[in-house]
């Protein structure tokens, strides 16, 4: 394993399912918990990549075929989870695309595609697993959203309509099912290095830290959430984003 990843025991005894595992961030967050005693179920429609994954993981891990925007293949990745480890009690609603246009040129055919993966895939992912994270509890369900879902940015108007989705989908389900011992938080990075932002401006002057951010830095915030020292962490939005959301940083207007 990787000395990205800080090997220890935090995640014993929990089983994790990320959707859109194979790569990027779903690929830094499963070697993080797997580092630290965690079963992880990798979930994606790219497959080869996932397989290949788990290959190269090993025993701690599986990997099964999942489109989020899919309903029967959300149960069949709940009941193979319960199926491979006994349990679920991480659920990661990872799986996300983004696209780069401004109203007027966003077609309504990308908005139905955008809203179909970022948004009802989250809902798809809880309402699939909450009976399995019931039975596992203590559980916790981690929503990706991101900056872009707690502010507003020119370009983005779909991605940044779902990702506020997001934010709002998280507190609704976080007051419902605290009572069963599952605990449901969103995440909010900012640029982070992965293949979804290889083409966004590297220009990071308006930033605090002045850089983009690197998957392990998210997944140490991911390993926290899932893990029982969140346990009185609920409904609420986790930043990590090197400051960009905090406001304007001095060389903003610089160069
Ligand atoms: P990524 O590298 O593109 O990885 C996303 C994974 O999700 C890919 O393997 C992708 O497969 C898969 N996926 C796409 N559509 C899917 C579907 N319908 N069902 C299942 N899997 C699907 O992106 P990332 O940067 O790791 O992003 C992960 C999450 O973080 C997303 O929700 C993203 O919005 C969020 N986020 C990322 C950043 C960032 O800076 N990277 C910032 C804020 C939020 P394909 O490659 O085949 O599409």
């Given at each position: 394993?990787?000395?990205?990843?800080?090997?220890?025991?935090?995640?014993n005894?929990?089983?994790?399912?990320?959707?859109?595992?194979?790569?990027?961030?779903?690929?830094?967050?499963?070697?993080?918990?797997?580092?630290?005693?965690?079963?992880?179920?990798?979930?994606?429609?790219?497959?080869?990549?996932?397989?290949?994954?788990?290959?190269?993981?090993?025993?701690a891990?599986?990997?099964?075929?999942?489109?989020?925007?899919?309903?029967?293949?959300?149960?069949?990745?709940?009941?193979?989870?319960l199926?491979?480890?006994?349990?679920?009690?991480?659920?990661?609603?990872?799986?996300?695309?983004?696209?780069?246009s401004?109203?007027?040129?966003?077609?309504?055919?990308?908005?139905?595609?955008?809203?179909?993966?970022?948004?009802?895939?989250?809902?798809?992912?809880?309402?699939?697993?909450?009976?399995?994270?019931k039975?596992?509890?203590?559980?916790?369900?981690?929503?990706?959203?991101?900056?872009?879902?707690?502010?507003?940015?020119?370009?983005?108007?779909?991605?940044?309509?779902?990702?506020?989705?997001?934010?709002?989908?998280?507190?609704?389900?976080?007051?419902?099912?605290?009572?069963?011992?599952?605990?449901?938080?969103?995440?909010?990075?900012?640029?982070?290095?992965?293949?979804?932002?290889?083409?966004?401006?590297?220009?990071?002057?308006?930033?605090?830290?002045?850089?983009?951010?690197?998957p392990?830095?998210?997944?140490?915030?991911v390993?926290?959430?899932?893990?029982d020292?969140?346990?009185f962490?609920?409904?609420?939005?986790?930043?990590?984003?090197?400051?960009?959301?905090?406001?304007?940083?001095?060389?903003?207007?610089?160069?």
């Amino acid at each position: 394993m990787s000395s990205l990843y800080p090997i220890g025991n935090r995640l014993n005894g929990k089983v994790a399912l990320i959707s859109g595992g194979s790569r990027g961030l779903g690929e830094s967050h499963a070697r993080a918990m797997i580092a630290q005693g965690a079963k992880v179920v990798i979930a994606d429609i790219l497959d080869d990549v996932g397989q290949a994954l788990v290959a190269e993981l090993g025993d701690a891990t599986r990997y099964i075929h999942l489109d989020v925007t899919k309903r029967d293949e959300w149960a069949r990745a709940v009941a193979f989870t319960l199926k491979e480890f006994g349990g679920l009690n991480v659920l990661i609603n990872n799986a996300g695309i983004a696209h780069f246009s401004a109203i007027g040129e966003y077609k309504p055919e990308q908005w139905d595609t955008m809203i179909a993966i970022n948004l009802t895939g989250v809902f798809n992912g809880v309402d699939a697993s909450l009976e399995a994270l019931k039975k596992s509890a203590p559980s916790s369900i981690i929503n990706v959203s991101s900056i872009a879902g707690l502010r507003g940015y020119s370009g983005l108007v779909g991605y940044n309509a779902a990702k506020f989705g997001v934010t709002g989908l998280t507190k609704s389900v976080a007051l419902d099912v605290a009572q069963f011992g599952v605990r449901c938080n969103s995440i909010h990075p900012g640029v982070i290095d992965t293949p979804m932002t290889s083409n966004v401006a590297t220009r990071r002057k308006h930033v605090a830290m002045e850089r983009t951010g690197r998957p392990e830095e998210l997944s140490s915030l991911v390993v926290y959430l899932a893990s029982d020292e969140a346990s009185f962490c609920t409904g609420s939005e986790f930043i990590c984003d090197g400051g960009e959301s905090a406001g304007l940083a001095p060389n903003a207007f610089i160069g």
